[in-house]
C-alpha cells in the first residue's frame, strides 16, 4: 500500500536525538599544543561540560552521557590520575549547586568502589540533591568500562539465580539490561567522539548497538556549543532502520 502525502503538508522537522553520549578526547593533545601539563588540558576540558549541558535544552536533548575516566585510564601515570581525581572532587564540589539551580538531574556510571571515599561521597550527595530534577539528565561515566559493567551485572544477575529468585530460562536481553549501571536510562541515538579518533574505546558497548556515531576532529576543549549543534543537526538527516527495510 503506498499514501501520498497531501501537496499542503507541512513536512515533519527531522527528529534530533533524545540522548547523546560523548567520548570527551583530546585534552592531553590540546595541553600539549601549548607546551602545558597534560592536567592543563583536563582542567580546560572540565570547564567546556558547563556550556555542552545547558546546550542541551535548547537543541532538544534531554539525556547527556559524558565520558571522564574509563576503567583502563588507571594505566596512566600517578601523576595523571591522581591529579584528575583531584580535578573531579573540585569539579563536583564546585558545580553541584549549578546543577540544582539549573535543574540539571545528575547520575553516575561506573565502579564506584575504586574511587577516593571523599569522591564517591560527593557523587552520591550529587545524585541526592538533583533526583528530583528533569530538565536534563547529566551522566558522568567515571571509572567506567563497557566490559566491566557487563561483568558486575553478570555478577548480580548471577547471584540472583543462585539464590532462586530468577530462572536462567527466562534470562533475556531485558533482564540483562536491568542490571546494568545505565538500566534507568534510554539507549544513546547519538555517540560523539572529538579529537580525530574513530574508536569506542569501551563505552556503552551494549547500549549504543543502534546508536549512530559521530567522529569529529576538534579537541574536547574546543568543542562549543555550536560544535554541538551542528553535529545534533546532521543527526537529523539520518536515517535509522533499526535492521527492518525502510518504510
Ligand atoms: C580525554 O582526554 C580525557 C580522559 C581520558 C581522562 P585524553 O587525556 O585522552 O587526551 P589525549 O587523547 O591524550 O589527547
Ligand atoms: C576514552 O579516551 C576515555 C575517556 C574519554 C574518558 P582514551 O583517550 O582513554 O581512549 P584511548 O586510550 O585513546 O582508546
Ligand atoms: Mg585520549
Redesign the pocket.
Known amino acids: 500500500m503506498t499514501t501520498s502525502a497531501s501537496p499542503d503538508a507541512i513536512p515533519e522537522p527531522p527528529k534530533g536525538p533524545s540522548h547523546v553520549a560523548i567520548i ?7 595541553a600539549q599544543q601549548r607546551n602545558r601539563p ?1 592536567l592543563f ?2 582542567q580546560a ?1 572540565a570547564r567546556r561540560v558547563r556550556e555542552i549541558v545547558e546546550a542541551c535544552p535548547d537543541i532538544g536533548v534531554k539525556y547527556l552521557t559524558i565520558f ?3 576503567t583502563e ?1 588507571w594505566k596512566r601515570t600517578q601523576i595523571e590520575v591522581a591529579g ?1 581525581m583531584t580535578l573531579f572532587k573540585r569539579y563536583i564540589t564546585k558545580e553541584m549547586q549549578a546543577f540544582v539551580k539549573e535543574r540539571v538531574r545528575v547520575r553516575f556510571i561506573g565502579d564506584r568502589m575504586r574511587l577516593d571515599p571523599k569522591l564517591q561521597a560527593l557523587m552520591d550527595e550529587t545524585e541526592k540533591l538533583t533526583a528530583e530534577n528533569d530538565r536534563v539528565h547529566l551522566t558522568i561515566a567515571l571509572n567506567y568500562g563497557s566490559r566491566d559493567e557487563v561483568a558486575r551485572a553478570t555478577k548480580r544477575l548471577a547471584r540472583e539465580v543462585s539464590a532462586g529468585k530468577i530462572e536462567p530460562e527466562t534470562v533475556d536481553e531485558t533482564t540483562l539490561a536491568r542490571f546494568l549501571d545505565t538500566h534507568v536510562l534510554p539507549d544513546p541515538d547519538l555517540v560523539i567522539r572529538t ?1 580525530g ?1 574513530a574508536r569506542i574505546s569501551n563505552f556503552l558497548l551494549w547500549q549504543s548497538a543502534y546508536a549512530e556515531y559521530e567522529f569529529v576532529d576538534t ?2 576543549p574546543d568543542f562549543t556549543r555550536d560544535h554541538l549543534a551542528e553535529v545534533v543537526g546532521r543527526y537529523g538527516l539520518r536515517e535509522r532502520r533499526f535492521g527492518a527495510v525502510p518504510a
Open positions: 570527551m578526547d583530546g585534552n592531553g593533545r590540546w597534560r588540558g583536563h576540558g571522564a575516566f574509563s585510564n584528575l579529537s579518533e579537541l574536547w
